[in-house]
């Protein structure tokens, strides 16, 4: 099992924007790609520009494909356009 997280900092000005789009993704992402386990938008109970989309995988093929669907090219961009710094990626293996 994959696991990745999304750091984004959202411009306060595009906050709306920013989580409308982020919903369609979400929506599309849990109900179109195969592989997918979980894949959510939090936010920050401290910091209310601060969200991190927490993902879990099948495997690193099924988060490639993910990489590769339409709704993903079409929208991770548009999220970019909405954030105050480059969305930050991390990929995890549990260790335990």
Known sequence: MLKVTAVCY???????????????LVEKTNSLDPGCIK????????NPL???VLEEWESQ???????QATHFTDLVP???EQ???PIELTLLEKVF
């Open 83 to 85: 954030t105050t710094t």
């Open 39 to 46: 894949y959510e938008l939090c936010k920050d109970l401290d």
């Open 50 to 52: 601060h969200f991190i």
């Open 61 to 67: 093929s099924a988060l490639d494909d993910h990489m």
């Open 10 to 24: 959202v411009d306060a000005d595009k906050v709306d924007e920013f989580l409308a789009i982020a919903k369609e």
């Open 78 to 80: 548009k999220l970019g």
